[in-house]
Each structure stands twice: as C-alpha cells, then as structure tokens.
C-alpha cells in the first residue's frame, strides 16, 4: 500500500467540484486516510512548491494557491501515487487527455484544479508538511474483499 498527498486548488473549491473529483478517486478504489479544509498561506506555499519558489511565474502561483481556500487530503492504495498522477494529467488542463480530471475539467496551466505528489519523496514531504501523524487514519474498509484479489496486495 501506499500514500500520496492530494490538494483541491481554489478553483476547484470555488468551482464546487471537490465532491465530484473526490468521488473519482474514491470510485477507483483509493482510500480516504486524512482531509482537512484551510488557506494556504505564503510560507506554507514557498515550503509546498520549493522547486519552483525561483521560476518566473512563481509569484503568480503564490497569487493563486493562497487566494482561496484548499481541501488537503492523503489518500491510500496500491501505487496510489502513479494512479493518481495519471487520473489527474498533462500539468495544463488544454493538453491534457479526455478523461482526466484536467482534461475533463481545465483549460488552463495553472488553474488545474488538483495536486498530486509526483514521488515517494514528494509524498512523504508534503504529507508532513499538511498533517501531524495523529491525524492520519489506519483503517480497513470492509468492501477491500470485493476491491480486489487477496494476493494482489
Ligand atoms: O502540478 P504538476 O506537477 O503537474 O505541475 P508542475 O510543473 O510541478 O507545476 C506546479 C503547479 O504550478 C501546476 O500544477 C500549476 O498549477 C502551476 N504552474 C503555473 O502556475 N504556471 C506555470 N507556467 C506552470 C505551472
Ligand atoms: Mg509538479
């Protein structure tokens, strides 16, 4: 199993489809381990996009991620973090393909809606940065026996 930290952007919230995408990636299988609603400020977005706090449109980054509320959340499954980048797609949302969540839902580079960690490193990061420990929840949904095969993990 593994984890993988997500993040609805302010245009999702604004645009009212968190319950929508969410309920992509609950319909795929992953679990929900922690979630929580707040505004980004700017030293917790320098600490989030540290790769990129020295690129040009950076500061119009900071403008965006901090202009509204977000709903940060961890989820869980098998290469949960490989499956959730592919459900989400190509970084611009004009680029991305039909059927993904930026291809479904964006036209834009920068407002696509939803981030996923794009590593093991990535995760372990940015799960730290946005939750204490405690506040991940180690649970076993009772449908898992109709998810998938025993020896499949
Ligand atoms: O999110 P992803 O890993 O697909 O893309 P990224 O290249 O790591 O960029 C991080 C985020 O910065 C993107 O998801 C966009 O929201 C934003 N971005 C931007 O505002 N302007 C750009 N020229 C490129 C990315
Ligand atoms: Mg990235």
Known sequence: MERTFI?????????????????????????????????????????????????????????????????AAVLEGLEAIRVVREMLGATTGLNAAAGTIRGDYSSSRQMNLVHGSDGAEAAKREIALYFKPEELVDYQPTITKWMRAADEG
């Open 7 to 71: 993040l609805f952007k302010p245009d999702c919230v604004q645009r009212r489809l968190v319950g929508r995408i969410l309920a992509r990636f609950e319909d795929k299988g992953l679990n929900v381990v922690a979630m929580k609603m707040l505004t980004i400020t700017p030293e917790l977005s320098r600490q989030h996009y540290a790769e990129h706090v020295q690129k040009g449109w950076y500061p119009t980054l900071e403008a965006f991620i901090t202009g509204g509320p977000v709903v």
